[in-house]
C-alpha cells in the first residue's frame, strides 16, 4: 500500500472514529419506569394468561433481558441498591431503618449523576423506599432537581377502604373498588400518571434534559385496583402454582413465611397456622386473580404515560427504562410475598428503548407508543424487540442508563468502596444490544442475598432489623443453576462468617427450573466444595466451584468488615 493511500485510509479511519464518537455522546432524555413487586408475569416474558399490551409494545421496540435478578427482594434494600449500583453489603442497608449516606458511605445515586450532568431530574411516586431509607426526603435534593410527588392518596392504602361482603370497610389483601366511591375518587398509580404526564408536557420545551423517574405502585399489595380489571381473569381461568407446597429439602432457614399477607383482615379471617399452614385454595386463586388485574391495571397506566411521551414528540430522544424492584410469590415452594432467594422473588423484567438503537425495524402504526386499550385485543405480543438470555443484575441498570443516554457510566468499584462517592458495581450491558446474546456463558452470575434472625421461621423471619440479622442467605444464580448458603452473620461487623453454615440450596436449572429439588445435603459447606473437587464431570460443576472460590475470598461481599 503507497504511503497516499495509507494517508487516506488513516482519515478515513479517523472521521468514521470522529462521528461515532459524536454519536455516542448525544444527550438523550431518560423516561425510568419501575413497577413495585412486578415478577416477569408479563407477555413479553411468555405469560399466556396476562393481558400487558402496553408493556409488551414496549418491549417489540427495546432490548429486553429475560435474565435480571434483584439484589435482595425486598423494596428498601433493592431500590437503595438499584439506585447506588452497589450491594446491600456495600450499602448496608437490609431493612428499611438506615440511611445509606450516613451507615455507609456518601454513594451518588443515578439521577443525582444526572443531576450533576445538567439534567433536570424528577420523580413521581415510589422511586426510592420512602422513610429513613431515604432521609424522609426521597434523598431531595441530592438526588432530584424538583421535590419528590408522591400521589395523595396513597395515605388511604392500608387504611379501612376495602368493601368485603358483609358491606363494612376493611384493611383487606384483596380489595377491588369502584374508583369514584373511594376517598379524593382516584387511586395513587392514576395520580402518578397524571403528574407524570405534567411533567413531561412542562418540561418538553425547557430546552434540558431531562430525568423522569416514575415509580407505579402495583401489584404490591393491597390489592386495591379498579374493580373492571377481575373481569380479565375470570377465576375459573386461574390456576394454582404447579408447586404449591413447601420442597422437602428446603432448609427451614430459607422459608419466607409470608407475615405481611397475613395481616390483612380477609387473611386473618382464614386461621391459617403459623408458619406453613397452606391457605385455601379458592382463595389462592383469588389472590391470583387480584395479581394478574393489579398487572393489568399498571400496565394501563403505563400506556398513558408512553403514548403522551409520543404524543409530544419525545419518544426519538428520550431511553426509556422499564423494570421493578423484585419479583413476588405465588404460591411457589409454599410461599407468598418476596422475602426470599428463589426466582420467583429476585427475577424481575428489564428492558431499554432507544430510538434507532433498539426500535429500527418498522411497524405497521404512525405512533411508535399508541395506546393499547387492556380490555381490547391485545395484537401485540412480544415479537420484534432483541432480547438478551443471559444472567444479569438489577446493578447493571446505572452503567448501562448512562451509555444510552451519552454520559460515561462509572467507573467499576474497587474492592472496598465505601469512601468513593460513584463508581458501580454493576456492568455496562449495551455491548449486548443488537448482538446474538442467547448462547449460553457460563461466567454470567448474579448475586442476591437475604437476611434471617433465626434458624426456624418466626415472626420477623421476613422482615428482621439490622440488629437482628443473625443470618445471611447468599444466592448465587447461573445459566445453570442457583446456589444458596446460610451463614452466621454479625450485623454489629457486618461480617459473614462463611464458615459457620446454617443450610445450604443447590438447584439444577436444567432439569428443576422451578427450584423444587435441593441437591444440598451435607451438612457442611467444605464438604461440598470438597465434593466438587473429586472429578464431577456435570458441566455446572467447575463453574460452581469456581463463584464458591470468589465467594469464599471474600470478594462477593465488597463492603464487608
Given at each position: 500500500m503507497s504511503l497516499s493511500v495509507q494517508k487516506w485510509v488513516c482519515v478515513l479511519i479517523l472521521c468514521m472514529f470522529s462521528h461515532d464518537v459524536v454519536a455516542k455522546t448525544v444527550r438523550r432524555?431518560?423516561?425510568?419506569i419501575m413497577a413495585d413487586d412486578l415478577r416477569p408475569t408479563l407477555g413479553c416474558y411468555g405469560d399466556p394468561i396476562v393481558k400487558s399490551p402496553n408493556i409488551d409494545q414496549l418491549a417489540s421496540k427495546?432490548?429486553?433481558?429475560?435474565?435480571?435478578?434483584?439484589?435482595?427482594?425486598?423494596c428498601g434494600p433493592s431500590r437503595t441498591s438499584l439506585l447506588t449500583s452497589r450491594r446491600p453489603d456495600t450499602t448496608r442497608l437490609y431493612d428499611f431503618n438506615s440511611y445509606w449516606r450516613v451507615h455507609a458511605g456518601n454513594y451518588t445515586t443515578l439521577p443525582q449523576y444526572f443531576k450533576s450532568k445538567g439534567y433536570t431530574t424528577m420523580s413521581v411516586g415510589k422511586v426510592f423506599h420512602p422513610g429513613i431509607a431515604s432521609n424522609?426526603?426521597?434523598?431531595?435534593?441530592?438526588?432530584?432537581?424538583?421535590?419528590?410527588?408522591?400521589?395523595?392518596?396513597?395515605?388511604?392504602?392500608?387504611?379501612?377502604?376495602?368493601?368485603?361482603?358483609?358491606?363494612?370497610?376493611?384493611?383487606?389483601?384483596?380489595?377491588?373498588?369502584?374508583?369514584?366511591?373511594?376517598?379524593?375518587?382516584?387511586?395513587?398509580?392514576?395520580e402518578s400518571t397524571e403528574e407524570a404526564i405534567r411533567l413531561l408536557k412542562s418540561t418538553r420545551d425547557s430546552g434540558k434534559n431531562f430525568f423522569l423517574a416514575v415509580g407505579f405502585h402495583k401489584p404490591h399489595i393491597p390489592f386495591r385496583i379498579p374493580q373492571?380489571?377481575?373481569?380479565?381473569?375470570?377465576?375459573?381461568?386461574?390456576?394454582?402454582?404447579?408447586?404449591?407446597?413447601?420442597?422437602?429439602?428446603?432448609?427451614?432457614?430459607?422459608?419466607?413465611?409470608?407475615?405481611?399477607?397475613?395481616?390483612?383482615?380477609?387473611?386473618?379471617?382464614?386461621?391459617?397456622?403459623?408458619?406453613?399452614?397452606p391457605i385455601p385454595k379458592d382463595?389462592?386463586?383469588?389472590?391470583?386473580?387480584?395479581?394478574?388485574?393489579?398487572?393489568?391495571?399498571?400496565?394501563?397506566?403505563?400506556?398513558?404515560?408512553?403514548?403522551?411521551?409520543?404524543?409530544?414528540?419525545?419518544?426519538?430522544?428520550?431511553?426509556?427504562?422499564?423494570?421493578?424492584?423484585?419479583?413476588?410469590?405465588?404460591?411457589?415452594?409454599?410461599?407468598?410475598?418476596k422475602y426470599s432467594n428463589f426466582d420467583v422473588a429476585t427475577r424481575v423484567p428489564l428492558m431499554f428503548y432507544v430510538a434507532g438503537m433498539t426500535a429500527v425495524r418498522p411497524w405497521p402504526e404512525d405512533e411508535t407508543f399508541p395506546y393499547m386499550d387492556v380490555f381490547g385485543p391485545t395484537p401485540h405480543r412480544f415479537t420484534q424487540g432483541g432480547t438478551v438470555s443471559n444472567v444479569n443484575e438489577l446493578l447493571d441498570v446505572f452503567p448501562t442508563v448512562s451509555v444510552l443516554a451519552g454520559l460515561k457510566p462509572p467507573l467499576p468499584c474497587p474492592d472496598n468502596s465505601f469512601d468513593v462517592e460513584l463508581c458501580t458495581e454493576g456492568h455496562d450491558l449495551t455491548n449486548?444490544?443488537?448482538?446474538?446474546?442467547?448462547?449460553?456463558?457460563?461466567?454470567?452470575?448474579?448475586?442476591?442475598?437475604?437476611?434471617?434472625?433465626?434458624?426456624?421461621?418466626?415472626?420477623?423471619?421476613?422482615?428482621?432489623?439490622?440488629?437482628?440479622?443473625?443470618?445471611?442467605?447468599?444466592?448465587?444464580?447461573?445459566?445453570?443453576?442457583?446456589?444458596?448458603?446460610?451463614?452466621?452473620f454479625d450485623p454489629a461487623s457486618f461480617h459473614a462468617n462463611l464458615s459457620d453454615v446454617h443450610g445450604g440450596e443447590l438447584y439444577l436449572l436444567e432439569e428443576d427450573p422451578g427450584?423444587?429439588?435441593?441437591?444440598?445435603?451435607?451438612?457442611?459447606?467444605?464438604?461440598?466444595?470438597?465434593?466438587?473437587?473429586?472429578?464431577?464431570?456435570?458441566?455446572?460443576?467447575?463453574?460452581?466451584?469456581?463463584?464458591l472460590l470468589y465467594l469464599t475470598a471474600g470478594t462477593k461481599s465488597k463492603g464487608m468488615a
Open positions: 432524555n431518560v423516561l425510568f427495546s432490548n429486553v433481558f429475560l435474565n435480571a435478578y434483584a439484589q435482595q427482594a425486598v424522609h426526603s426521597d434523598d431531595y435534593p441530592y438526588s432530584w432537581s424538583v421535590p419528590p410527588y408522591h400521589p395523595p392518596s396513597f395515605k388511604y392504602e392500608n387504611m379501612k377502604v376495602c368493601k368485603g361482603s358483609d358491606g363494612k370497610l376493611h384493611a383487606n389483601l384483596l380489595c377491588s373498588v369502584n374508583v369514584s366511591e373511594t376517598p379524593l375518587g382516584t387511586l395513587p398509580d392514576m373492571d380489571f377481575l373481569t380479565l381473569y375470570p377465576l375459573d381461568k386461574m390456576s394454582l402454582a404447579p408447586d404449591p407446597d413447601v420442597p422437602k429439602g428446603l432448609p427451614s432457614v430459607a422459608y419466607n413465611p409470608w407475615t405481611d399477607i397475613r395481616k390483612r383482615e380477609d387473611v386473618q379471617a382464614l386461621n391459617i397456622s403459623f408458619p406453613y399452614g382463595f389462592q386463586l383469588q389472590i391470583q386473580q387480584h395479581y394478574y388485574a393489579s398487572v393489568s391495571y399498571m400496565d394501563s397506566q403505563v400506556g398513558r404515560l408512553l403514548n403522551t411521551l409520543d404524543y409530544l414528540g419525545l419518544a426519538e430522544d428520550t431511553v426509556v427504562v422499564f423494570t421493578s424492584d423484585h419479583g413476588w410469590s405465588l404460591g411457589e415452594h409454599g410461599e407468598w410475598a449486548t444490544f443488537n448482538n446474538d446474546n442467547n448462547r449460553k456463558k457460563s461466567d454470567g452470575i448474579a448475586f442476591s442475598q437475604y437476611p434471617r434472625p433465626a434458624d426456624t421461621p418466626q415472626e420477623n423471619s421476613d422482615l428482621p432489623d439490622l440488629k437482628d440479622i443473625r443470618i445471611m442467605g447468599y444466592s448465587l444464580r447461573s445459566w445453570d443453576y442457583r446456589f444458596t448458603v446460610w451463614a452466621g427450584q423444587d429439588h435441593n441437591l444440598y445435603n451435607s451438612s457442611e459447606y467444605s464438604l461440598l466444595l470438597c465434593k466438587l473437587g473429586l472429578g464431577q464431570q456435570q458441566p455446572w460443576a467447575q463453574t460452581l466451584k469456581q463463584h
